[in-house]
């Protein structure tokens, strides 16, 4: 049996006036645009990792970091930053980063890490800083995986 030709043609001209249809719905919701970010207020103060890693973070968002994780011993500086409105609720670029002082007795690693730590920053680093516990302690996680043997990780609020 032959199928009408006519009931064929119909049938495919409704289908894409329901595609149509939808895709106006859709595209007719309204955006609500980008998600508030969390009080960064809670940041502000001392924080500290199982490993010995230390950071302060300042009224400013600018931070310094006595890193002591995978084997090195560093001092980082940089800052936090927010103002991306395309940036998550928890999300930060960590901005303007290096080594500030030459390797020493201490900071031995400064040198070894000084590229690294400014290419991070160059490169539009996120770190993801979710409070948690009552703002008692926060996990964070760069975007970068390498970045995130560096800074990732719970930090605990240090009196």
Known sequence: M????????????????????????????????PTEHTDPEFLI???SRSDGTNFIINDDLTFECDFRGVGMVAWIT???????????????FLLDMTTPVEPSD???DNGNLRGP????SENGLIGTL????NNQFFFSSPSHPEANIFFGGMYDRQP
């Open 106 to 108: 201490v900071y031995v």
């Open 130 to 133: 979710r409070p948690r516990g």
């Open 45 to 47: 103060g001392s924080w």
């Open 2 to 33: 032959k199928k009408n030709s006519f009931t064929a043609q119909y049938n495919h001209v409704l289908a894409l006036l329901v595609l149509v249809f939808f895709a106006l719905i859709v595209s007719g919701c309204p955006d609500n645009g």
């Open 117 to 120: 730590v400014e290419d991070y």
């Open 78 to 92: 940089g800052k936090l930053d927010y103002s991306d409105p395309l940036l998550g609720p928890n999300d930060y």
